[in-house]
């Protein structure tokens, strides 16, 4: 990171925005301009939350940005006031009313065991083994900056990996089979199904997610714990919400979560 970085960082005007203001109109220079210098921002905005970090989402990068950044994975915190249980009513979920607001339906890890602090690379069946269960969910994914998903994955990751909840439904009871092509979903926004598919669809399905994870935070100093929740990856797509709209992610069509969107109170 270069000295004008380490003394300038957009991590403070976007925690700022997420915890008082709710919109940014320009993303906060200066702007990342490689992975590590993005997560650095990240870390930097995570130690000013000062919130128990509880999961993690993972988002894709597609297209040229993969071989551009050698990965097509993003990671960012999710934390423990933006954890919600599905227990079979709608639920109300805070998005920022000027910002970007979407919903993703998603296959969720939860982490058998702490990882170890000094392990850094990971394999696949290594990953497989500290799966304690799979649940269904939702990533409410928000930001206070409209174009968050339009400026490339270093502006995703600086602002917390435009993470801003999780609803954790049903588990998969037979997840162990990892048989992803049957785990399919279809996303609704106001009744209408705007998305469909599977687990599959996912790059070295959901489990890859999860081994990519474990070796990013690992190299951050910041290992998984026994107990969180990882997103693993939007199966239908990020379909863009607003304020007062609807939506339900329905699992091998019969399981449904609901849930509504509302303007974040600062």
């Known amino acids: 990171m270069s000295s004008t970085q380490s003394t300038q960082n957009p991590a403070h005007a976007i925690v700022d925005a997420r915890q008082r203001t709710g919109f940014i109109e320009q993303f906060p220079t200066p702007i990342a301009a490689d992975l590590e210098t993005a997560y650095a921002y990240q870390d930097t905005a995570i130690d000013m939350v000062e919130e128990k970090i509880v999961g993690w989402k993972i988002g894709r990068i597609v297209g040229d940005d993969v071989e551009k950044y050698g990965t097509d994975r993003l990671f960012g915190p999710i934390f423990e006031s933006k954890i919600y249980h599905d227990k079979n009513e709608v639920t109300s979920a805070p998005v920022f009313s000027k910002g970007f607001a979407a919903v993703e339906s998603e296959i969720i890890f939860e982490v058998a065991a702490d990882t170890p602090a000094d392990k850094t ?146």
């Open 121 to 266: 690379e990971w394999t696949t069946q290594e990953a497989i083994d500290y799966i304690a269960n799979a649940y269904v969910g939702i990533e409410v994914a928000s930001s206070p900056f409209t174009g968050i998903n339009d400026n490339g994955p270093l502006v995703t990751i600086t602002d917390l990996g435009n993470n801003y909840g999780l609803i954790v439904g049903e588990p998969i009871e037979d997840w162990k089979s990892l048989d992803c092509e049957k785990w399919t979903f279809d996303t609704l926004i106001e009744g209408e199904v705007i998305g469909t598919g599977n687990a599959a669809g996912i790059p070295g399905t959901p489990v890859e997610s999860l081994r990519a994870l474990l070796e990013n935070t690992a190299k951050r100093g910041r290992p998984l714990k026994k107990g969180m929740l990882i997103t693993t990856g939007a199966v239908t797509g990020v379909h863009s919400v607003k304020v007062g709209q609807a939506a339900i992610a329905r699992f091998q069509n019969k399981v449904e979560i609901a849930c509504t969107f509302k303007a974040q109170n600062l």
